[in-house]
Every structure is written in C-alpha cells, then in structure tokens.
C-alpha cells in the first residue's frame, strides 16, 4: 500500500495549503483515509468545503471504498477548480492499482479517471471500462470504447465478447449496419464460440427478414437468392422450413409454378413432425398448383 501511496502523493503535492485542506492533506499522506473523510465531512457541514477539500474528501471515500459517494465529490471539486481534472485522474487511476480490489471497482475507477482526462491511457483495460458502460446500460460509450478496445487489441481473447456486446450496442443506439458488421466479425473470427453461435443465428434472422422484405416488395429475384442461402446453411430447422416456403412463394409470385411446386415439395420432405402450420401451408399450395396442372 505504500508504494502507491507515495506515488499518489507525489502527484498531488500542489493540492491544499494549510487550514482544513492542509489537515486533510497530512491526514491523507499518512493513509488516515478514516480521518480525511471525517475532516471532510466536518469542513462541508461548517461551509469550508474548498476544492481542496471536495479533492481530499473524494479521494479518501474512494479509498476506503464508497466509490459513488467519492466520485461525486471529486466532480464537485473539478467543477469548481477545472485545474484539478488531471490531478483527480492520477489519484483515481492509482486508486484503481490497490491489491485485493474487486474487477469491476478498479473498472469504475479507470472509468471515472477517463472521464476526467481523456488523455489517460487505458490499455487493454478499455475492455472492462467498456464492460461498466456496457452493464449501465450507456450504449453509446459503450460502442466507442468497445470499438477502439478491438481496434488496438485485436488479438486479445477480449475481443470475443467485446464484438457480441458491440453488436447489443449499435442494435440499441439504432445502427442496424454497424450491429451486423459486429456479428459479421464475431462469427468470422471466433466461430466456435458460444457468443458466435448465438451471432450466426441472429444474423440468419436478419437474413429471413430481408428476404421478406424483398418478397413483400415485390423483388422475388432477391428474395429467392437470401431465401436459397438460408436453406443451405441455416442450422435452425424451422428458419430453413420458412425459407423453403418463402422460395415457393417467389417462384410462384414470379410465375414460375414449377420451381414453387419443387420448393413446397421440399417443405414436406424435410418436415420431422415440428415443423406445424408452414407444412399444412405448402401441402396447400401444391394442391392449386395441381389444380393448375402440375404433378
């Protein structure tokens, strides 16, 4: 503890003079954090809360573990001096280095540090500060620190779940494009994964729903090439049935009534007794394409 200690003080030696904030400064160099918190406290209810003092305060609550409580004060004390921004990130990014802290507190505290100075360096602890983003629910830096996390990581094994929660992430803020470019790499990447797995199913319903879409548009050539690709490499038993029918529903739509018959015949042969309502659907078909003449 006293490595980090001495090198939190070194970095914060221009931070208080003397009264309340000098006290609290000595009491914090000791690694009294009990005491400065209780200075603190003392200095706020008497209205001789200082910078300096919200600074010491904060950091001493961090340090003997009411991070929350510790962050807002420290927010107090950069809004009032904005020249302790970068002094607070040191304090917080060593804070975050003490031996025994849980994964997710020294997270926080990289994130809170980051936040403070966008010049600090994260490294691969990008990951778990996008993880905090990630876990409340705040997307959109979530996005941004995942993206550059796997941008200067590539190789790290990081980067399996980093893409599948890029995925969530981009689907939440909207971004359709970049959500699937996400499940793209994931799947391309690690594809035996669990998350990959999930991600190849996800974009094979993405892929039926395209078709679809061309199908109620009216471009049954499209449909028919998404609809022939799931067939043929969708793991999903029901989504191949759905797309064997949707390829009858194109062939048919575009004239071609032998192709729908061969498509709808295909339905039938591959149902093992789950594939329900779509069968007796195809069953029907066939039977107006006979009624048309087909056999």
């Excluded at 490294?123 to 941004?144: I, L, S």
Aim: glycine share 8%.
């Amino acid at each position: 503890m006293r490595r980090w200690l001495a090198t939190v003080l070194v970095l914060i030696a221009g931070c208080g003079g003397g009264g309340v904030s000098g006290d609290m400064r000595h009491a914090f160099e000791k690694g009294d954090f009990a005491e400065t918190v209780t200075l603190g406290r003392h200095a706020i209810r008497n209205g001789k809360a200082s910078p300096d003092v919200h600074f010491y305060y904060g950091a001493a609550l961090v340090a003997v573990g009411r991070d929350p409580e510790g962050f807002a004060e420290v927010d107090s004390a950069v809004a009032a001096d904005a020249d302790l921004a970068k002094k607070a990130a040191v304090v917080l990014g060593e804070l975050a280095q003490r031996e025994g802290l849980a994964v997710l507190d020294r997270a926080r505290r990289l994130r809170k540090a980051f936040e403070l100075d966008h010049t600090v360096d994260l490294g691969r602890d990008r990951f778990a500060v996008a993880a905090t983003y990630y876990e409340d629910r705040d997307y959109e830096h979530a996005a941004a620190i995942y993206s550059d996390a796997v941008s200067k990581f590539p190789d790290a094994p990081e980067c399996e779940v980093a893409y599948a929660r890029l995925s969530e992430s981009y689907r939440a803020l909207g971004d359709e494009e970049k959500s699937r470019a996400a499940m793209e790499t994931l799947v391309k990447r690690f594809p035996a994964s669990g998350e990959a797995r999930g991600a190849a199913a996800n974009l094979n319903d993405i892929m039926y729903q395209e078709a679809q879409t061309h199908y109620n548009a009216g471009e049954y050539d499209q449909a028919i090439t998404i609809a022939g690709e799931l067939v043929s490499k969708a793991d999903n038993r029901s989504l191949q049935q759905k797309a064997r029918f949707l390829l009858g529903q194109s062939y048919e739509a575009k004239g071609d009534r032998a192709a729908a018959y061969e498509a709808y015949r295909e339905v039938i042969r591959n149902d093992r007794g789950d594939s329900g309502q779509i069968v007796e659907r195809a069953r029907s078909r066939i039977e107006v394409l006979q009624e048309a003449g087909l056999r």
